[in-house]
């Protein structure tokens, strides 16, 4: 490759993992699709399995045999979230021998990193799940544990998907006043009682991943006033700016400017009935900071992360090529 340098990048959330093979140059040799590759969700030894499947898939469809090694592989994934955890999943990795340096990290470094230059930072995922990271000019970071209820965490897909169904399920029987969150559950599980679709998410006749259906039905009852679709979303714009308020104090931005990536299936669909809730927190507490959300495919910072550390460089023709590039090309999809 004419003394360029190949690298592979992963993007890992809970429900889709998005592999790029690129060169130094910026150039995007393949681009696949696939499951999650969670080790919460698969295990620790099987994630790094199938990130191994899926780099061996991405060579093929680069085109790249055994006689082009890999530089790097930056593999950025949902389930790297405690110290411990990335450094048992970087081992693993390195083991593997996938390239001359491998890392394993979380997520939520990919958000951020494709979001903004900005060195005083925040980023929050809001997707099936929770999380957010924060770095300062200064080179310190913050991070939490995001390991759902047990850290404190509340207001992923999963959450605003159970809070449906514990307000519908109360309105149908009494416990609770009436809100149109029984006919989005009747709508979204084709059943005749809310009881019905609870009973059957009990048995295994939905799977549980089927609750996330139920979050754009939340948002649309939340904008049409009903109160209890209502309540739920000012809980999740509380906790998304308690996230943003706990990072900036944590690494002291608050009186200083700072951006806000919003990331993750939710935030990055920007619902109206969220967004406005979240922008008046925001501007009550931080007038200086600018929130943004991810336009661009999370894998790109995956991507960009190696890039930097290939090249020694944070900007320059080869990250504008590669975004330019991840952004007009349609992922393989796999499995």
Not at 34 to 46: F, K, N, V
Request: glycine share 12%; hydrophobic share 45%.
């Amino acid at each position: 490759m004419n003394g360029l340098r190949a690298f592979i990048a992963i993007d890992g959330g809970n429900s889709k993992t998005d592999v790029v093979a690129a060169t130094t140059d910026g150039e995007l040799a393949a681009f696949v699709r696939a499951g999650t590759s969670s080790p919460h969700r698969l295990g620790y030894r099987e994630s790094i399995d199938f990130l191994g499947k899926l780099i061996e898939t991405a060579r093929a469809e680069a085109g790249w045999g055994s006689g082009t090694p890999l530089a790097r592989v930056d593999a950025l994934i949902a389930g790297a979230d405690l110290p411990v955890e990335v450094e048992r999943l970087t081992a693993d990795a390195r083991s593997r021998d996938w390239a001359e340096g491998a890392q394993v990290d979380n997520d939520t470094l990919a958000v951020l990193r494709a979001g903004t230059d900005d060195r005083n930072a925040v980023a929050v995922i809001c997707g099936a799940g929770m999380n957010g990271v924060g770095r300062n000019e200064e080179g310190e970071w913050f991070r939490i544990p995001a390991l759902g209820p047990t850290t404190g965490d509340w207001g992923g897909g999963e959450d605003l998907g159970d809070a449906v169904l514990y307000a519908a399920s109360r309105a149908e029987d009494g416990r609770g006043p009436a809100t149109a969150l029984v006919d989005a559950v009747l709508d979204h599980y084709g059943t005749e009682t809310v009881a019905e679709a609870s009973i059957g998410l009990h048995f295994g006749d939905f799977e549980r991943d089927t609750v996330h259906g139920l979050v754009p039905y939340l948002f649309a009852a939340a904008e049409a006033g009903d109160a209890c679709a209502d309540a739920v979303v000012e809980r999740q714009a509380d906790e998304v700016a308690a996230m943003i308020r706990a990072a900036a104090n944590r690494l002291g931005m608050a009186e200083r400017p700072f951006t806000v990536v919003g990331g993750g299936g939710i935030l990055r669909a920007a619902p109206q009935a969220l967004q406005r809730r979240l922008d008046v927190r925001l501007a009550r507490t931080y007038p200086a900071v600018r929130y943004t959300t991810l336009d661009r495919p999370p894998v790109l910072g995956a991507a960009w992360t190696a890039l930097d550390a290939l090249t020694g460089e944070v900007s320059g023709p080869a990250h504008r090529r590669l975004d330019a590039a991840i952004a007009a090309a349609e992922p393989v999809r796999i499995g």
